[in-house]
């Protein structure tokens, strides 16, 4: 058994022995997911994580993208693409993350398609190869803006949060103009969510922005001036 296969092996193993079948049912609910959960809350598939990716070490970028999308791919349960998506961002693999990474969380993002996957794979995954590989992404990102999956362009819309003054003012303007028409919550939410956090930045970018932009939804403004 290769090291990839080995890992996913142990990961559903350890999972199912943690899971609490009582709460599961609970869990699944909240997320409003079709998968089933076992029901191992945050910090318990957090401490798994550590103990199973230090045991069991991959050997190449290409290792991790098989363990990842086999978990991802193959999940009975909901955790097992918890722990697809901590796989990649486990640190010891940091030199890894490179924009041929990408193509992995763009399916993670259209095949998870909700917001407890995408959110996570925006801000942590896709804005540091953003931050990164600012040529490379850029363009992805302006074209993401556009496109036809939601979650994609919410991806867009969210993925500079972390970025404070090195937020791209352009690229945050392109994505947001290009969703302004879109009633989805996620997208609205997500566009005032951006406007909000770059706010604890440039309070007076945000104020110009949305005094600007009178198409903004009622719930994007309320979130972008929460804190102005």
């Known amino acids: 058994m290769d090291e990839s296969r080995a890992l996913v ?11 609490d079948a009582r709460k599961a049912p609970e869990m699944q609910r909240y997320m409003k997911s079709e998968l089933p959960f076992r029901g191992v809350a945050s910090p318990e598939r957090k401490a798994l994580a550590k103990e ?9 970028a290409a290792a991790l993208r098989t363990a990842a999308l086999a978990l991802w791919r193959e999940a009975g349960y909901r955790e ?22 990408l193509p992995l969380y763009e399916e993670m993002i259209v095949t998870g398609a909700w917001w407890d996957y995408v959110d996570e794979i925006a801000n942590r995954r896709v804005g540091p190869l953003l931050r990164d590989f600012t040529a490379e992404l850029t363009p992805v990102m302006y074209a993401w803006a556009r496109d036809e999956d ?18 791209d003012t352009a690229l945050l303007t392109a994505a947001i103009e290009a969703n302004t028409g879109d009633r989805d ?3 609205r939410k997500g566009i005032g969510w951006a406007l909000r956090q770059f706010a604890r930045t440039e309070p007076g970018w945000v ?13 994007s403004v309320r979130e972008a001036v929460k804190h102005l």
Do not use: M
Request: charged letters at 20%; aromatic letters at 12%.
């Open 185 to 187: 919550f996620f997208i």
């Open 80 to 101: 097992e693409r918890y722990l697809a998506i901590d796989l990649t961002g486990h640190r010891a693999y940091r030199a890894w993350q490179t924009p041929a990474l």
């Open 9 to 19: 092996v142990a990961v559903r193993s350890r999972l199912a022995a943690a899971g």
């Open 52 to 60: 199973l990716f230090a045991a069991h070490p991959l050997p190449s």
């Open 150 to 167: 939601l979650w994609k362009r919410r991806t867009s819309i969210i993925c500079q949060l972390s970025f404070k003054e090195a937020t």
């Open 207 to 219: 104020r110009a922005f949305v005094d600007q932009h009178p198409d903004l939804s009622p719930l």
